[in-house]
């Protein structure tokens, strides 16, 4: 029988020339997309028209027509972006200015993420056809107003805080130049919409003019190069004239001074943006930023911890989490919560949340008080932030906050301090993410798992709902490709024992509304 096995010392050989030959046909083959897709992007990136004033488009027309010469371009064309993405997106995010369906390049470095793009450049979010009978989760009013009832019902004030996104301070590296006198752009429906609350006695604070205002004064960018977020002193200044406009409006009551202080930290960060674009880890393409920070030190000089018996409870999202959550790569003690409770000069409460601000805060703080703890007890005023891109894309729907007791009827959760090995069958499981398809590197999925079972401890017939890591670093675990039905074991703890670890991470809840109240835990695969 002819031996099989393959060995260098008689496997065929190529002449040099025929090597060669076939490399090049190779490259030629793998580059000819991409060429043919570039030059035609330069083709069409001629300037648009300008009359002598330089705005005969409107300057949201200019970032519209900006991305869509560029957006997915190659993705949708080259085969060299399927096979050889890292290396090549970084030699396109560079000269020819081309991103991904999630990021736009601009000029001079400078990232966007697209979703808030379409929130600023698109239809007014309030538009009829975007509020039909079948999408009632997209209109924002009755969820603002509904909760501000509520709130009121307990003597309680409602601050609302929509973020401008990136671009309606940010522009020009999309749209060229633009006047400072027109920022900051906004949808068509934000004008209407807070009219609207603040008739129904919601009050509402817009940070735009207060950017606007401090990147005219400094001559500055007031966002990140690279990141969706705010830069730190645009951030402070934001919560300067917060703390003056709850003084104004809300009465609270005399405080013992804290002695709150502040030191500055120096800080080089990677955008979030770089990260989503899914360069190579040695990338040069865009350098790291470099902000200053300042951290708010208590009088124990201690780095700034909130406070549940405070007066003043902030429901924030990513823009208040930014300088304050290590994870994010830009510091601690330095973000909204931590500059609104030195401004006000007064302890701050905080739930805080990467992403879904029209939903996650609200649920948190409904889910605290179902299990009878009230988190509003003693509150004056709620102040809820949120990015504005929220108006367009958030889950609006309505969220009871009434205060109940700790039953947890038939879900199990072990004991504060405890773990326990289980097993369960995944009857329902939250949405896992694409990797970079999301400004956020770490990501928790929820799992209803029934049919429990466990060594020692009674468990027959009841259910939990467990969130496990399914993404860390842009990268996804084991556990985001389990599914429904299959049988898993965990070694689970409860959540409140691990929230300071996880409870900042972006989160995949489950689609049933009801299981919103339970108290979950936390999991990690047993080895098999």
Request: charged share 25%.
């Amino acid at each position: 029988m002819r031996d099989r096995t393959f060995s260098p010392a008689t496997a065929p050989t190529l002449g040099r020339r025929c090597a060669v030959t076939m490399v090049g046909v190779f490259s030629v083959t793998l580059l000819a997309g991409t060429v043919g897709t570039v030059l035609g992007l330069i083709r069409d990136r001629a300037p648009a028209p300008k009359t002598a004033s330089g705005n005969d488009e409107s300057v949201c027309e200019r970032i519209t027509a900006s991305t869509r010469r560029w957006e997915s371009a190659l993705a949708s064309h080259s085969p060299l972006a399927t096979h050889l993405r890292p290396p090549v997106q970084g030699w396109l995010a560079g000269w020819p200015r081309v991103g991904t369906n999630q990021v736009a390049v601009g000029r001079n470095g400078w990232l966007f993420f697209r979703p808030a793009l379409e929130h600023l450049t698109g239809p007014p979010f309030l538009a009829p056809e975007r509020l039909t009978a079948s999408n009632r989760r997209a209109d924002p009013r009755p969820a603002i107003l509904d909760f501000a009832a509520q709130l009121r019902g307990r003597g309680i004030h409602l601050v609302f805080v929509p973020v401008p996104v990136k671009a309606a301070l940010e522009p020009e590296p999309l749209a060229g130049r633009v006047f400072p006198d027109a920022l900051p752009l906004t949808n068509p429906s934000l004008a209407p919409l807070v009219r609207e609350l603040e008739e129904g006695g919601v009050l509402v604070f817009d940070p735009g003019p207060v950017l606007a205002d401090l990147k005219r004064v400094t001559g500055r960018s007031v966002y990140l190069a690279t990141d969706t977020h705010w830069r730190p002193e645009a951030a402070t200044a934001v919560a300067e004239a917060l703390a003056r406009f709850v003084r104004e409006r809300v009465e609270l009551d005399e405080v013992p001074d804290p002695g709150f202080t502040t030191e500055s930290a120096e800080i080089a960060g990677r955008g979030d943006l770089v990260g989503m674009l899914g360069l190579p880890a040695d990338s040069r393409g865009f350098a790291r930023e470099k902000v200053s920070i300042d951290e708010v030190i208590d009088s124990d000089d201690r780095l700034w911890r909130l406070d549940t018996r405070a007066d003043v409870l902030l429901l924030g999202d990513s823009f208040a989490n930014v300088y304050s959550l290590p994870a994010l790569g830009w510091g601690e003690a330095a973000g909204l919560a931590e500059q609104l409770s030195l401004a006000l000069g007064r302890p701050v409460d905080a739930i805080l949340r990467n992403d879904s601000g029209a939903w996650a805060t609200r649920a948190l703080l409904s889910r605290e008080l179902a299990a009878g703890r009230d988190r509003l007890a003693g509150k004056r005023v709620v102040v809820w932030e949120l990015a504005a891109r929220e108006l367009s894309v958030g889950d609006w729907r309505p969220i009871p906050m009434a205060l109940g007791t700790a039953s947890q009827g038939g879900f199990f959760v072990p004991g504060r301090g405890a773990s326990l090995e289980v097993e369960g069958v995944i009857t329902a499981m939250g949405v896992v993410p694409q990797p970079r398809s999301a400004p956020y590197a770490d990501y928790v999925v929820a799992l209803r798992l029934s049919d429990l079972q466990a060594a020692g401890s009674d468990v027959a017939d009841r259910e939990a709902v467990v969130f496990v890591v399914a993404m860390r670093d842009y990268a996804l675990t084991p556990p985001a490709a389990w599914r429904v039905g299959q049988r898993v074991a965990l070694r689970v703890r409860p959540w409140a024992d691990m929230a300071d670890e996880y409870g900042f991470f972006t989160r995949g809840e489950l689609a049933d509304d009801s299981l919103m109240l339970v108290e979950p835990c936390f999991g990690e695969e047993i080895a098999p």
